[in-house]
């Protein structure tokens, strides 16, 4: 039988057995190639497919798992459902009614031309040995490194309540990068930083021309490198580029603003907040000219959907409008028991994990300047493109950020080539100091296929957009 078949039966079967029924279906099918200098390193692939149930009993909620798609897998899973609303009442934190899952009908599909199931592995493999060759362009170039992960998922979702929805999703992870050594000088760029092109697309992203032209900049600017000075240590202002922004997006807006990370859920493993339930609606989290916004519902962005995965329709919304603090990264369970203003972001990592709060799409929107026009407004700083580490503390405030690639800027002109460029600052004083944002037709999109949160430990997809951004006296230093 069909696993959409046994889906339809079994759920028919025990949707009346509790205050509220859901049943959830993933199957992801991923294609994980590597090719090091022109030559192959990893081709594999593999499939996961599974399913959720999620029952409520007396505003308790359990979660069972299953692998095996059979009368008797799902029956053991919807055991342990069970257990788990009665261990839970033990322990009540929130008594939840079946408000919290919305009966969401409808479908989401990925935009695309052509969808990833129509590209064989050997024609992506083709596409990384022949990047991976023009990314070695000298003896100097130690390691040329073209990766691709192919992801296709697809996603069903019926509910006792009356929700019935499918999405279905084409992933593209795409890095490209040339790591350089010149005595005991080693240096990479790649693009965009090591997490390259993270996106929602179809095969259409495999465009070889433009890629070659992407591999000869970086190549040329990986063995620049190797001559050029160090960042200098000191007080200047910063531009970083869209590349670096995803990053401090990520860490220093994103996790901050997660309301379960708020509420404490997380303070044992991946950490708390400096944001207080208080501070929403009054605290000035950056400057007047700060707009971020959670927006789902982006073309072709890392995690867009139509709805998060209890049912929530999707939504653009502010997280902070003219510099202040709107609303938090809170699903409607998080909304429930706080009392906040949250938005569509229930999302797992996969069928065997309940899904928490986790950021979506989130996008810093365009300013008023050129790029060239916010360099000209600057006497001594630096800007830096590509994320290479990053550091912050468990409430999020205090961080370090290390970028591929830098240059000097002075009397509003770049200059030298900086190698090492790192800048250090506290959340609320550097989104404070913001002094200028590049226009909406220069916003760059990016994500990570990689953020981690949870307990059990759950990784998953996010998506950034950003313009370049200059901010004022920011400490930087090299390496
Ligand atoms: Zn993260």
Not at 247 to 254: A, K, M, V
Not at 278 to 296: S, T
Request: hydrophobic share 35%.
């Amino acid at each position: 039988m069909q696993t959409e078949n046994i889906l339809d039966t079994e759920f028919k079967k025990y949707k009346s057995s509790a205050d509220f029924v859901a049943f959830k279906t993933i199957h992801e099918h991923t294609r994980d190639l590597s090719v090091r200098n022109g030559k192959p390193d990893d081709i594999s692939s593999f499939d996961d497919q599974g399913l959720l149930i999620e029952i409520m009993r007396d505003g308790h909620i359990g979660y069972g798992a299953t692998c095996e798609m059979t009368s008797d897998g799902i029956k053991s899973a919807f055991s342990k459902a069970l257990q788990m609303t009665e261990a839970s009442q033990k322990k009540s934190v929130h008594k939840f009614t079946d408000h919290i899952r919305p009966p969401s009908r409808g479908e989401f599909i990925s935009a695309r031309q052509k969808p990833l199931d129509q590209i064989s592995t050997a024609e992506i493999y083709d596409f990384l040995k022949k990047t991976s060759q023009k990314l070695k362009s000298s003896d100097q170039i130690i390691t040329a490194a073209s990766d691709a992960m192919v992801i296709e998922c697809d996603q069903r979702y019926l509910s006792s309540n009356g929700a019935d929805f499918h999405q279905n999703f084409n992933i593209i992870v795409n890095s490209l990068s040339s790591t350089a050594q010149s005595g005991s000088e080693t240096q990479t760029r790649s693009l965009h930083g090591g997490r390259g092109n993270c996106l929602q697309i179809g095969a259409e992203h495999f465009n070889l021309d433009v890629a070659l032209r992407d591999c000869e900049t970086i190549s040329h600017e990986a063995i620049e490198l190797l001559s050029a000075e160090n960042c200098p240590t000191e007080t200047c202002d910063l531009i970083l580029a869209p590349d670096q922004m995803l990053l401090q997006i990520h860490e220093s807006i994103g996790h901050p603003l997660e309301l379960d990370r708020i509420l404490g859920d997380e303070r044992n493993f991946a950490g708390w907040s400096f944001v207080q339930p208080a501070d929403f609606g009054k605290l000035q989290y950056g400057h007047p000219m700060m707009n971020v916004i959670f927006d789902p519902t982006v073309s072709n962005e890392m995690a867009s959907f139509k709805f998060d995965e209890i049912g929530n329709p999707a939504e653009k919304k502010y997280l902070i409008q003219n510099g202040i603090l709107k609303a938090g990264l809170g699903s409607l369970e998080s909304q429930a028991r706080s009392g906040l203003s949250g938005v569509a972001n229930a999302r797992s990592s996969s069928w065997n994990r309940a899904p928490i709060d986790r950021m979506a799409n989130i996008n810093l929107e365009g300013g008023d300047l050129t790029l060239e026009e916010m360099i000209s407004k600057v006497s001594r700083g630096v800007i830096m493109f590509a994320n290479r580490s990053w550091s912050i503390d468990d409430y999020r405030r205090k961080f370090q950020f290390g970028c591929e690639y830098g240059k000097l800027i002075e009397n509003g002109k770049l200059t030298k080539t900086l190698k090492n460029p790192n800048y250090r600052s506290v959340t609320i004083p550097f989104w404070n100091s913001l002094a200028g944002l590049t226009k909406p037709n220069t916003v760059e999109t990016y994500g990570s296929p990689y953020c981690g949160k949870g307990e059990p430990s759950q990784i998953i997809r996010v998506g950034h957009s950003s313009p370049y951004a200059l901010f004022k006296n920011i400490e930087v230093f090299g390496g």
